[in-house]
């Protein structure tokens, strides 16, 4: 249904918008939104449902190791195997390595969790590529380009939709020639599966202060490459993970590795941002652990196919927000649903899917109940088990792994629970902190910098449109953050976007430029600014990268 109303632009400028009416507005196109869709579809076909992505085509934005845990799934689509997708190799071999510079050693056991047999390799933005046509033929409307910029509330509050992204803007805000207004999406339940810190999600946890009873949530960062190379170096379905070098003893990260098909390698680094070390780089670890001994020789000769980043939801269980609140819910990874020691949350994000359609379908689609349905699910139960394992790595490397192998074995048990600190505050400041002995390697492999990197993830933003990064104060770039932190925006965005410039004009002779243009949307620098005065909004629908089977 589709009629007009005013209502003020961006630019405070009263303007027509067209207003789409649905019983249910789904922000996300990934694994959490489109199982949703697609199950609410399957209990009550009448009900309407209505898709939106920010992304110019579906799976565009995704991006993940991923192995999957394949039970959630085959409840959703029983018959799922006879049309697989595209990429789906089955794991058939774990190695758990501890790399030091030159070697290292394979542990004799993999760690519980991390066995993967009977799970499948995937390419999670191909497969949610694969998942929205089966929403489209159950009666879904799903809608790539459309950037959701802001939420809809009535008078008392309550969520009544979302109001996507004006299209033609000009950088200063003025209308182009071909402006056009954003629709509003109006729904009785919007369902927010927006990812690792969602936009709206943030605004909305802030609004109704949903994480009240819970610790602040921490992330990571993933940086991925897919690599072509000889097939004869591939065994599809080996699976390896590291620990250790590059990274010092106090910095949490790791590495995958997935041996796919058709000589196709996928390979990855995650960096906790709750990292001290203020001149860490997780992109430059990444590259330094590419060229292990044990790595660089199926990787040298190859080609990259398609390469980026995004941020990671690690709280875990105490970290969980409300996911509940008058008109709307979260689900998937905008909750917080990763499983940490598994290194897999998509299994959690259809899950988590599945339980909301099945409460708002019974529920005359009212929110009210979703958050006590969801603590009680199987999918909080084994968030409970596993919770003192990621915050035990605080305390370095060896005592996480002592912490990790007792809360597996007493089965998160603990009569206590570690408490998660925010990101931000995590940073030492320079001169605060001892340098770590680095013991980098002169590397060889491609890409060279963060910006030929960017080149591998296919970003794109019109150059011509308001800057989605904002900066609140950018005179604390140039001093206090400088003389504390030494800018260390310009070391943990994975792709060049922040640089420290010099600038005659500018009162300290420097000055802070924002390149938008390379933003793979990770959302690191809104996470880990050590001021909290980083912001990352929508660009224009369709805009940012465009990834390959990541």
């Not at 519980?112 to 089966?134: E, F, K, T, Y």
């Not at 000055?511 to 880990?528: E, F, G």
Request: with cysteine; glycine share 10%; proline share 7%.
């Amino acid at each position: 249904m589709n009629e007009s109303e005013p209502n003020a632009s961006t630019n405070s400028q009263e303007v027509e918008r067209d207003v789409m009416e649905y019983d249910v507005v789904t922000v996300g196109a990934g694994p959490a939104g489109l199982a949703f869709a697609i199950r609410m579809k399957q209990l009550d076909p009448g009900i309407s449902v209505c898709v939106i992505e920010k992304s110019s085509t579906i799976g565009a934005h995704i991006l993940s190791g991923a192995v999957i845990e394949t039970g959630p799934l085959d409840a959703l689509l029983p018959g799922w195997r006879d049309n697989p997708p595209p990429i789906c190799v089955p794991a058939t071999e774990d190695e758990f390595w501890y790399f030091s510079k030159t070697g290292g050693w394979k542990f004799p056991f993999v760690p519980p969790g991390m066995d993967n047999r009977g799970n499948v390799i995937v390419s999670l933005g191909a497969m949610c590529a694969w998942l929205a046509p089966q929403a489209e033929a159950l009666g879904v409307e799903i809608y790539p380009g459309f950037a959701a910029a802001e939420t809809l509330h009535a008078d008392d509050g309550r969520v009544l939709g979302v109001r996507i992204g004006d299209m033609g803007v000009a950088k200063d805000g003025s209308p182009k020639p071909g402006y056009t207004a954003g629709i509003d999406i109006k729904a009785k339940v919007t369902v927010l599966a927006e990812g690792a810190r969602g936009h709206l999600t943030k605004q909305l946890v802030k609004r109704f202060d949903l994480d009240a009873d819970s610790d602040p949530q921490a992330y990571s960062i993933g940086i991925k490459e897919l690599w072509q190379v000889p097939e004869e170096r591939v065994s599809p379905g080996r699976i390896l993970h590291s620990v250790g070098w590059p990274a010092d003893s106090d910095t949490y990260a790791g590495s995958f590795l997935y041996h796919l098909d058709k000589g196709r390698i996928a390979l990855g680094y995650v960096s906790g941002l709750d990292y001290a070390d203020p001149e860490y780089r997780p992109w430059e670890a990444f590259q330094q652990w590419k060229n292990h001994p044990r790595i660089a020789p199926l990787l040298e000769g190859g080609t990259i196919l398609s390469a980026g980043a995004r941020a990671i939801a690690t709280g875990g269980w105490q970290s969980l927000p409300r996911v509940e609140m008058p008109g709307a819910l979260l689900v998937g990874d905008t909750a917080g649903l990763l499983n940490v020691p598994k290194i897999k949350g998509t299994h959690q994000a259809i899950r988590s899917g599945m339980l909301a359609a099945e409460h708002l379908a019974g529920g005359s689609l009212e929110a009210a109940g979703f958050d006590a349905k969801l603590r009680a699910s199987d999918a909080m139960a084994e968030l409970r088990k596993v919770r003192n394992i990621k915050p035990g790595f605080k305390k370095g490397l060896w005592f996480g792994l002592a912490n990790a192998a007792w809360e597996t074995l007493s089965a998160g048990r603990s009569p206590w629970t570690l408490q998660v600190k925010p990101d931000w505050c995590s940073l030492d400041k320079l001169g605060e902190h001892e340098a770590p002995r680095r013991d980098y390697v002169s590397r060889d492999l491609p890409p060279r910098d963060r910006l030929a990197g960017v080149y591998y993830a296919a970003t794109e933003h019109d150059e011509d449109q308001p800057v989605h990064l904002i900066v609140h104060d950018t005179g604390v770039c140039i001093s206090r953050c400088a003389e504390e932190y030494g800018n260390p925006c310009t070391r943990f965005c994975p792709a060049g976007v922040y640089e420290i410039v010099e600038d005659g004009a500018a009162g300290a002779g420097k000055r802070l430029q924002i390149n938008a243009a390379n933003c793979v949307h990770c959302k690191t620098c809104d996470i880990k600014d050590p001021y909290e005065i980083i912001t990352w909004v929508t660009p224009e629908g369709g805009a940012g990268p465009n990834y390959q089977n990541l």
